[in-house]
Structure formats: structure tokens, C-alpha cells
């Protein structure tokens, strides 16, 4: 049965740290009207909870008397969504060098992720979901619509990163930076509970030599020529392109 225009999809995004998926998830979320949500925030927001509790999430009883007292949700009522641990925004210091350097190893933590998993499950019941991170074609929705693979070369994923930790925080080492980005992909794709793969119909995107507006028009024109009862906001790529 075809799809009418009203009906949504949703659409999974995963791929390396730094590679750009927020920046696209975000772009393709104005451009559908659909709803963008960061699984990665979530995972920071737990690592951030147990940075500033005394429990240790690798003690069992500790885990899950910590995990109780987790409330994750996202404030949309501004321009970008904002991650709200137990009411509180977030949205900056998880974000943080300290969160970077221990959120692969939170992520790690099967229990973790179930509890994480079925959140952002239950988030993308109604559709209309885009979701970025590393297992959401494979795990969190392997029925998504449209799965999307993203990869950048690392020195351009470094760059990207301290540009952005520089406008956020204004003192960054590019040293570290490099470091522990190779060491989260490290763990992230050989941890033994939902690696970071691309799923087999996921569609390979290397945005390495791709601007912002480009790399959106390619994704659009992509995602219409699979779905072509989807409806554009009127000015998706026209707003890209004037900025
Ligand atoms: O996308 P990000 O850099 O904000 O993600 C932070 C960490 O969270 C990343 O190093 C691995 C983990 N993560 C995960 O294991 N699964 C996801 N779906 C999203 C993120």
C-alpha cells in the first residue's frame, strides 16, 4: 500500500563521533517537520548523573538505584532542543571535556542502554522521528524508513569538533581532542553489546568535501526519491542557502 502524504516515516542516522549528525539530524528535522532527537545527549546526561553522584554505575545495586533516579526528557520549546536531567537544562555540561572522556564508557553498560533503548523507542512510536547515534538503524530502530550511514576523515572530524568546543568553552587542546575522538570510535565499535555498525540498508554518506547545504540538499534529494510523498517546508533549502 503506498503511503499518503500525511504518513511519516522515520529516519535513523548513525555513524563516528564528530562526523556531523547532529548538524544534519537537525537540518532534516526543520526541512520535514519531524522531530530531532539526539540519543547521544541521553547517553551524556547519565554519565553526567553518575559524574556528580556518588553511586558507581559498575556495582550493580548501585546502577540501578541510580538509574531510578533519572528523569531524561528534551525541552522543545526553543530554536534547538534542550536535554533536561531531572528538570535541570543540561544542555552545556554535557557537552563538557569531563563527559567526552567517560561517556563510551557509560554507553558500555548494557543496562544502561536497555533503559536508554526504550526510551527512544518509545519516542519514535508515532513516526516522524529523525535519530542520531550509533546503533539506531541496528538496535533502536532497525525498521526505520530510511537509514543513513555518515563517516568523515578524522582530521576533518577533529576540526569540526574543536570549532564547535571552541565557540562553547573558548579553551580546547586539538591534541585531545584527536585523542579521544579516536578512542570513543575505538570503543564504540568494538564494544560487545550494539557496536557502532552500519546497518546492511543503511545508505553510505561521506560528507568529508561536503558543505552543511550541501550535504542536506543530498540527503533531501535522496530521501524524496525514495519517498515522494513526504512534503518540504517551503523553505528548507532556500533559508540554507541565503545564510
Ligand atoms: O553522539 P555523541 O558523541 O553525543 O555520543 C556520545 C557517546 O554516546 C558516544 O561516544 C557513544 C554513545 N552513544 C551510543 O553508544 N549509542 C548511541 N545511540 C548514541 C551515543
Redesign the pocket.
Known amino acids: 500500500m503506498h503511503p499518503t502524504a500525511t504518513e511519516k516515516i522515520n529516519i535513523a542516522i548513525d555513524g563516528y563521533?564528530g562526523c556531523g549528525?547532529s548538524t544534519l539530524a537537525k537540518d532534516l528535522a526543520r526541512c520535514l517537520n519531524y522531530i530531532y532527537l539526539?540519543?547521544?545527549?541521553m547517553?551524556?546526561a547519565v554519565t553526567l548523573f553518575f559524574q556528580h553522584s556518588h553511586l558507581d554505575y559498575l556495582r550493580a545495586d548501585e546502577l540501578e538505584q541510580g538509574l531510578k533516579d533519572i528523569n531524561i526528557t528534551f525541552d522543545h520549546s526553543g530554536e534547538q532542543p534542550q536535554m533536561l536531567l531531572n528538570g535541570e537544562n543540561v544542555e552545556k555540561q554535557i557537552r563538557s571535556q569531563t563527559v567526552n572522556e567517560e561517556?563510551?564508557q557509560i554507553?558500555r553498560v548494557s543496562v544502561i542502554r536497555r533503559f536508554l533503548v526504550e526510551k527512544q523507542k518509545r519516542i519514535a512510536r508515532n513516526k516522524g522521528v529523525i535519530m542520531e547515534?550509533?546503533?539506531?538503524g541496528t538496535v533502536?530502530l532497525p525498521s526505520a524508513e530510511y537509514k543513513l550511514f555518515l563517516t568523515a576523515e578524522t582530521e576533518t572530524r577533529v576540526n569540526r569538533r574543536y570549532e564547535q568546543l571552541m565557540e562553547s568553552d573558548g579553551k580546547v587542546d586539538i591534541d585531545s581532542i584527536r585523542k579521544n575522538l579516536i578512542e570513543?570510535d575505538r570503543i564504540?565499535s568494538s564494544r560487545k553489546d550494539s557496536p557502532l555498525r552500519k546497518a546492511a540498508d543503511a545508505i553510505v554518506l561521506d560528507n568529508t568535501n561536503l558543505s552543511r547545504e550541501q550535504q542536506l540538499l543530498w540527503v533531501v534529494e535522496d530521501i524524496l526519491r525514495h519517498f515522494n510523498f513526504i512534503q518540504l517546508n517551503k523553505d528548507c533549502l532556500l533559508s540554507k542557502a541565503s545564510r
Open positions: 563521533s549528525k539526539d540519543s547521544g545527549a547517553y551524556r561517556v563510551s554507553a547515534g550509533r546503533d539506531i533502536v570513543r564504540d
